[in-house]
């Protein structure tokens, strides 16, 4: 019986990880896309640049989202609104 609970959780988890992956492989594309929008060559030390500046300016997005949804998470447990 255990086992048969246990299996949705597994799945779910093993979901995640393909989404996430595939996630990361269309930001990569995307990154890629818009570097060479901008006219960089790929290779180049400016297309290293530009892809780690893409890469930071995700890093700190998520960051924003995960303290706001924090912030509201703990607003609903305390019974405050969350807007």
């Keep these: 019986m255990n086992r048969l609970l ?9 979901s995640a990880c393909v989404t996430t ?4 492989a269309t930001q990569l594309k995307q990154d890629q896309q818009t570097c060479t929008a901008y ?3 790929s290779g180049t030390p400016m297309f290293a640049e530009c ?3 893409l ?5 700190v997005a998520d960051m924003v989202y995960s303290q706001n949804a924090a912030r509201m998470g703990a607003q609903l447990l ?3 609104p969350a807007f």
């Design 21 to 24: 992956e595939e996630r990361r």
């Design 55 to 59: 890469g930071e300016q995700r890093a």
């Design 6 to 14: 246990l299996a949705p959780l597994l799945f779910s988890s093993l």
């Design 39 to 41: 006219g960089i060559k």
């Design 51 to 53: 892809m780690m500046r």
């Design 78 to 80: 305390n019974g405050e």
